[in-house]
């Protein structure tokens, strides 16, 4: 079964970056529209970054122009570059397929803390 581990998350100062990454167990995985999603305390999940077939990308409005998704398919791993980090980014971030039907069981996921 395909397993999903995400990593690089930490506490960082506003105005800093992180680079998180999704390791992909599955081989077909990794090529599926996958997703960066988030939940902070006391909220929903919510997808932040997509990534589609030919490597098309999407943002929420939130984190447009601060963070880009991209994905190596031959390191079956996703990742998510976090640039301009502000105290609302604070979060634990999942990554996983973007069709309900197609996600498989959520990770851990990774901290994320923007404070100073």
């Known amino acids: 079964q395909v397993q999903l581990v995400e990593s690089g998350g930490g506490l960082v100062q506003p105005g800093g970056s992180l680079r998180l990454s999704c390791a992909v167990s599955g081989t077909v995985f990794i090529t599926y529209g996958l997703g960066w999603y988030r939940q902070a305390p006391g909220k929903q999940r919510e997808l932040v970054a997509s990534?589609?077939?030919?490597?098309?990308?999407n943002y929420a409005d939130s984190v447009k122009g601060r963070f880009t998704i991209s994905r190596d398919a031959a390191k079956k791993t996703m990742y998510l570059q976090m640039n301009s980090l502000k105290p609302e980014d604070t979060a634990v971030y999942y990554c996983?397929?973007?069709?309900?039907?197609?996600?498989?069981?959520w990770g851990q996921g990774t901290q994320v803390t923007v404070s100073s």
């Open positions: 990534i589609f077939s030919g490597d098309n990308t």
């Open positions: 996983n397929a973007l069709t309900p039907i197609l996600q498989r069981p």
